[in-house]
């Protein structure tokens, strides 16, 4: 059994199939403290730019979110100079962007409403993915080739 608070404190409880419900019922009553701490918690953050919008807003902000990151793209691969075969525009609810084996890039549209620092470190991320495909430290070495405060940001980023 899981209960997850969500953003805005709504409950989620989450039971195997075959578990009867009473038993989620007093699993649930047994967690009451601690669930309405983590709802105060999730009540008083700031709600997050993934979690909003409406598939209306991504018809109106792709072109402009697509614009941003290939004029983006082009200014940091002026340095790398990294191969990219295609670059995607998506409605994503938990990724600001990802990188295929295949060399595409994926970035959320919702980019667009991040400050351009924070943007301009989701693109470096995903560009530095076209040379190394993990998080390791020759990875953050050339992310920091072009963003050096990398760390801030990436902790910034955590906040939206």
């Not at 351009?116 to 076209?130: G, N, Q, R, T």
């Amino acid at each position: 059994m899981r209960i997850t608070i969500k953003e805005g404190g709504e409950v989620l409880v989450t039971i195997p199939r075959r578990l009867p419900k009473y038993f989620a019922h007093r699993f649930v009553e047994s967690k009451k403290d601690w669930i309405v701490e983590m709802q105060a918690k999730a009540k008083s953050r700031p709600q997050k730019i993934l979690a909003h919008y409406s598939a209306k807003d991504f018809k109106e902000h792709k072109e402009s979110a697509l614009v941003l990151i290939e004029n983006r793209i082009a200014h940091f691969n002026k340095f790398y100079k990294f191969e990219i075969s295609k670059v995607v525009v998506r409605n994503q609810k938990t990724r600001w962007g990802s990188c295929s084996g295949k060399k595409i890039l994926n970035f959320n549209y919702k980019l667009v409403f991040l400050p351009l620092p924070l943007a301009d470190y989701i693109v470096v991320h995903e560009l530095c993915h076209l040379s190394q495909m993990n998080h390791g430290p020759k990875f953050w070495a050339l992310v920091a080739q072009q963003i050096p405060d990398y760390k801030e940001r990436r902790r910034q980023i955590r906040l939206y």
